[in-house]
Nanobody
Framework: QVQLVESGGGLVQAGGSLRLSCAAS????????MGWYRQAPGKQRELVAD???????NYKDSVKGRFTISRDNAKNTVYLQMNSLKPEDTAVYYC?????????WGQGTQVTVYS
């Protein structure tokens, strides 16, 4: 089993920055890749960015150039640096660890961007 603990959400003015953290524990060797997702009220959960065990990254088009996903293998932690935030980035952000046969989700952290 893998456990995920997220932190770093909050309230920020448009144009500001936040950094989300996701610390993994447990059977971390079984993780293929990790991702950040978000879900706004009334909308489906969507992928924001993901990163493979080898460091390859993938981003949602609307966050390219503004968000950066990274990982610190020594700390078993994945980060999402969010810059130039916009009101439309407001959502609950979830970290996910993807294994071969399962996905573990974090508890979610609220990000609210006001104009």
């Amino acid at each position: 089993q893998v456990q995920l603990v997220e932190s770093g959400g909050g309230l920020v003015q448009a144009g500001g920055s936040l950094r989300l953290s996701c610390a993994a524990s447990g059977r971390i060797f079984s993780i293929n890749f990790m991702g950040w997702y978000r879900q706004a009220p009334g909308k489906q959960r969507e992928l924001v960015a993901d990163i493979t065990s080898g460091g390859g990254t993938n981003y949602k088009d609307s966050v390219k150039g503004r968000f950066t996903i990274s990982r610190d293998n020594a700390k078993n932690t994945v980060y999402l640096q969010m810059n130039s935030l916009k009101p439309e980035d407001t959502a609950v952000y979830y970290c996910a660890a993807h294994m071969v046969a399962d996905t573990t989700w974090g508890q979610g952290t609220q990000v609210t961007v006001y104009s």
